[in-house]
Nanobody
Framework: QVQLVESGGGLVQAGDSLRLSCAAS????????MGWFRQAPGKEREFVAT????????YYADSVKGRFTISRDNAKNTVYLQMNSLKSDDTAVYYCATSIATMFRAPDYNYWGQGTQVTVSS
């Protein structure tokens, strides 16, 4: 079955960087759009970034544009989220997910990982 496993979260200070990874199995990874979402306590899950199947096109939420970079390695079935200049507002559980087309809403993604916690202290 399809499995998405996130890693790389942790506790950092404001201004620090983290790189999240999401390893996929059970699907033809190179055929899928991949997205990162996040959910803070008491808030809805929100779009962070997405990358098309080939890795040639990316989109970002305005709140992370210029600070976060999404990338993928189709040979390793892995998508990454490089997060720089982290702020306390970035504190959330981060999830990767798959989609068959470029989408920006969580309901449009079909498979999800279990999430990884990112905590940014100010």
């Amino acid at each position: 079955q399809v499995q998405l496993v996130e890693s790389g979260g942790g506790l950092v200070q404001a201004g620090d960087s983290l790189r999240l990874s999401c390893a996929a199995s059970g699907l033809i990874f190179r055929r899928y759009v991949m997205g990162w979402f996040r959910q803070a306590p008491g808030k809805e899950r929100e779009f962070v970034a997405t990358i098309n199947a080939s890795g040639s096109t990316t989109y970002y939420a305005d709140s992370v544009k210029g600070r976060f970079t999404i990338s993928r390695d189709n040979a390793k079935n892995t998508v990454y989220l490089q997060m720089n200049s982290l702020k306390s507002d970035d504190t959330a559980v981060y999830y990767c997910a798959t989609s068959i087309a470029t989408m920006f809403r969580a309901p449009d993604y079909n498979y999800w990982g279990q999430g990884t916690q990112v905590t940014v202290s100010s």
